[in-house]
């Protein structure tokens, strides 16, 4: 490993965000374009179309649980801990969140949805217990 694994499931992850955000602009404009919404209705962003909304929530999902994410692979790394079950264990969260995010921005089917999430949710788990157990017994 050259110490830098860690790191690029963070990158994947941003990637995704920026992915939803340009998503996010499209449709709005589209939809302004179609003359469903007047631009000005995003100003207060009271009553966000349907179209919109789902992209919306997915990104804003995004800043949940993903910022336990970015605090535990930065602390995965600086404690030497960023072997590879963590990076495996990133990479598999990373890996869901872009299946979640399809699903929320797509059919919104929060019977896919929810255990995407919830797989999600555990494997981050995993790996804040993997730090811990690392921390507890540096030497093994």
């Not at 692979?73 to 079950?85: F, G, H, Q, R, S």
């Not at 598999?92 to 949805?113: D, E, G, K, M, Q």
Request: hydrophobic share 55%; glycine share 6%; with cysteine.
């Amino acid at each position: 490993m050259t110490g830098y694994e860690m790191f690029w499931p963070i990158i994947a992850h941003a990637a995704l965000v920026y992915g939803l955000y340009m998503l996010l602009g499209f449709r709005r404009m589209r939809m302004v374009r179609a003359g469903k919404v007047a631009i000005s209705d995003y100003r207060e962003n009271r009553s966000e179309p349907q179209e919109s909304l789902f992209i919306k929530n997915s990104l804003a999902n995004q800043f949940e649980l993903p910022v336990l994410f970015y605090a535990c692979c930065v602390l995965l790394y600086m404690t030497e801990a960023d072997n590879i079950v963590a990076v495996v264990l990133a990479w598999i969260f990373v890996a869901l969140r872009y299946l979640h995010a399809a699903v929320h921005v797509t059919s919104n089917n929060v019977r896919y949805r929810s255990p995407l999430f919830g797989a999600g949710y555990v494997v981050l788990g995993v790996m804040w217990v993997w730090l811990a157990v690392w921390m507890t017994f540096p030497n093994g």
